[in-house]
């Protein structure tokens, strides 16, 4: 029982996850949304553009604080072509303390939609406690040890009315 709670919570959280992701690559498709923070003394820049999902990082100096940009969230339309980003990853990492990463949105998609997806096709049912295993049918009151239904015979005897 523990195991198909656990399977059905997946299925939907990675099925909130895929909407997420494709709502999230629409509107990277003709707009840049970010979001700026400071974290000590490392500017982060996380956000979505031309149907990518970018993290920058950039560690700098408190003499060059004033250099960068302030934190909050940061919003721009794109140019007046659509761009869905069908293109490789990419990641640039230029010493310790600086780079950055983008992901296509196309890539998470997979990562998230195909076990996603065999999570919804594979299901197990969720049967009634006195159903036949095979086809379903409600055995409640059923004493003959055989589903009426289908003629599968049963492990247990069902539970009976009193």
Known sequence: ????????????????????????????????????????????????AHGFVVCQWHRSTKDSLSTHPNTGWDMHR???????????????????????????????LLIFGIPTGLLWTFRERDLPPNACEHCGYDLTGNVSGRCPECGTPLQEPPATLE
């Open 1 to 48: 029982m523990k195991r198909r709670r656990w399977r059905r919570r997946l299925r939907w959280i990675g099925t909130t996850l895929c909407a997420l992701i494709l709502i999230t690559w629409g509107v990277s498709a003709g707009a840049m949304v970010a979001r700026n923070q400071w974290f000590g003394d490392t500017y982060i820049k996380t956000g979505t």
């Open 78 to 108: 794109c140019p007046n072509e659509l761009d869905f980003g069908f293109e490789m990853p990419y990641i640039e990492i230029l010493g310790l303390d600086r780079g950055w990463l983008a992901l296509p949105c196309w890539l998470l």
